[in-house]
């Protein structure tokens, strides 16, 4: 016994001094931030190794049925975010255990998912069975082989199915995870230690595409290595607790005084009122709600705080510039590399580069900066970023810039800006951390989407097709985008402050 605490003991200090290499760490803050990391890890693992297969089976379904798919990918996040939140507001249940659940909850439809997708397939000839899929490039034999009438609706429905789901997937178990991550964690520890989290999730995403790739014959069946690595999310997601922040502490302190000595009920109520008031929503507490559509909850604490509006604006616009440049980005490729193969691996080039930069400035740069420029500084920084790139496309629309200007732009969001994000959160009530931040990061980010995709369309075709003419059009929304991150940067310090003044 003795040996083994031994050696338990050795193994967390050899993860303490790994640890301290690349971020300032507290020892009560430790067990939260490896936690923390490998729950992301896990998480984007799943995805990415699920990834190629989900598009594998939408590419059967034919390429012209793509934009649909993205549309019921927004009616599906429209209707599963209020669901998503409901589940954090069950009385009996911790916000700890609600999220183990939720992770469970994806692992085991991914289990689901491949017995429909091995029974679907075993309807069609062995071709289908063994996935000999065209590729991507060979435009005429994807038109020439797949498409809805060449298949059963069982085929289908599995294929767009699983298409929706991973993609709730994402949205709901990343920002389920930042909100418990968020609510054991402060401005001050966050600004330390957001970066390396955020670098667990950038390794999750390396691996799994690694995996995925190098496993490709297993076909199905990397549906069921997703759900063992959900299932992992799941388990790790348990020490993500909230011993890790001071304030938090103190919180419960006075709550546990209050509640064992009938003489400071006056106190553990002034504090409770304080925590609301302080961070800037007094609306928004739990004292507001409408008990037959508690399910819509998340929304009504939205619309009933203003700083979580300027949020909820700041996060679609990041979301409108972040597509807009995804469809610049290819339309300047398909023109100037005229190869599918060339295109390609362009593609997986620049998507490799961006990998590399962004887990060395996460390890070593994010914690720092945030630490030193501050919450402002960080969420400003990608929507000036954003405005110089669309300049630059502007005046060279070709894929050298693209490449440049994808990295930059890319870089400068995971490392900096979107950890700055994330601390906008921690100076909101509990609830708002659980309800309100999944509605906002799930239905504001699709709705982003979509309306990106509705303007670049507008555009494109109003202007012939140029990409030179569509940056510009940009330019607007990046303006509106840095006047919002800016008063939203000193609102957030404005209730920090006042946060820890009166903790």
């Not at 362009?346 to 400035?361: E, Y």
């Not at 601390?423 to 989407?449: H, M, N, P, W």
């Not at 310090?493 to 009166?502: E, K």
Request: charged letters at 10%; glycine letters at 6%; a positive charge.
């Amino acid at each position: 016994m003795i040996s083994i605490r031994s050696a338990n003991a050795m193994v967390r200090s050899t993860l303490d001094v790994v640890v301290s290499i690349f971020v300032t760490v507290h020892p009560h803050e430790t067990s939260a931030l490896l936690h923390s990391f490998f729950c992301f890890f896990f998480i984007l693992s799943a995805y990415f190794v699920v990834l190629p297969l989900r598009d594998e089976g939408a590419i059967s379904l034919g390429l012209s049925n793509l934009p649909g798919l993205f549309v019921g990918s927004l009616v599906l996040t429209l209707v599963a975010a209020p669901f998503s939140s409901l589940i954090f507001s069950f009385p009996n249940l911790s916000k700890g255990k609600a999220l183990f659940l939720i992770h469970r909850f994806f692992s085991v439809s991914l289990i689901l998912f491949f017995i429909l997708w091995h029974s679907s397939s075993a309807e069609y000839s062995k071709s289908h069975m063994t996935g000999s899929t065209p590729l991507l490039g060979d435009q005429s034999s994807l038109t020439s082989s797949f498409g809805w009438d060449n298949h059963g609706w069982f085929y289908i429905s599995v294929r767009i199915g699983l298409f929706l789901w991973v993609a709730l997937l994402n949205l709901i178990t990343i920002s389920s995870t930042w909100a418990r991550v968020i609510d054991v964690m402060d401005t001050e520890s966050g600004s330390r230690l957001f970066g390396f989290i955020g670098a667990g999730a950038t390794l999750g995403q390396l691996f799994g595409s690694l995996f995925a790739v190098g496993m490709t014959f297993l076909g199905p069946f990397l549906l069921l290595v997703a759900a063992f690595l959900m299932e992992l999310a799941a388990q790790t997601s348990r020490g993500i607790n909230h011993g890790s922040s001071h304030v938090e502490e103190q919180l419960s302190l006075i709550r546990s005084i209050g509640k064992s000595d009938s003489n400071h009920d006056n106190v553990a109520a002034g504090t409770q009122k304080a925590e609301h008031t302080v961070r800037g929503s007094p609306k928004s507490s739990t004292s507001v709600k409408f008990p037959v559509w508690s399910i819509f909850e998340g929304l009504w604490l939205i619309l009933s705080s203003t700083y979580l509006l300027h949020v909820s604006l700041f996060i679609w616009l990041s979301a409108v510039v972040s597509s807009f440049f995804y469809f610049q980005k290819v339309s300047v490729i398909a023109t100037t590399v005229t190869s599918s193969l060339g295109r390609r691996k362009l593609f997986a080039q620049i998507n490799s580069f961006i990998a590399v930069f962004i887990l060395v400035g996460q390890l070593s740069l994010t914690g720092r900066i945030l630490t030193v420029a501050g919450v402002t500084t960080a969420i400003c920084s990608t929507p000036f970023v954003g405005l110089l790139n669309l300049v630059a496309l502007a005046v060279w629309p070709n894929w050298v810039m693209v490449a440049i200007c994808e990295t930059l732009r890319k870089v400068v969001t995971y490392v900096v800006t979107r950890p700055g994000r994330e601390l906008l959160f921690t100076v909101v009530s509990e609830d708002e951390k659980y309800k309100a931040k999944v509605c906002i990061d799930v239905l504001v980010q699709r709705l982003g989407d979509a309306a990106a995709a509705v303007i670049y369309k507008m555009l494109f075709g109003t202007v012939n097709g140029n990409p030179s003419t569509v940056s510009l059009y940009g330019l607007p929304v990046c303006l509106l985008w840095i006047v919002t991150a800016f008063s939203l940067g000193r609102r957030q310090v404005q209730l920090s402050t006042h946060q820890i003044s009166t903790t």
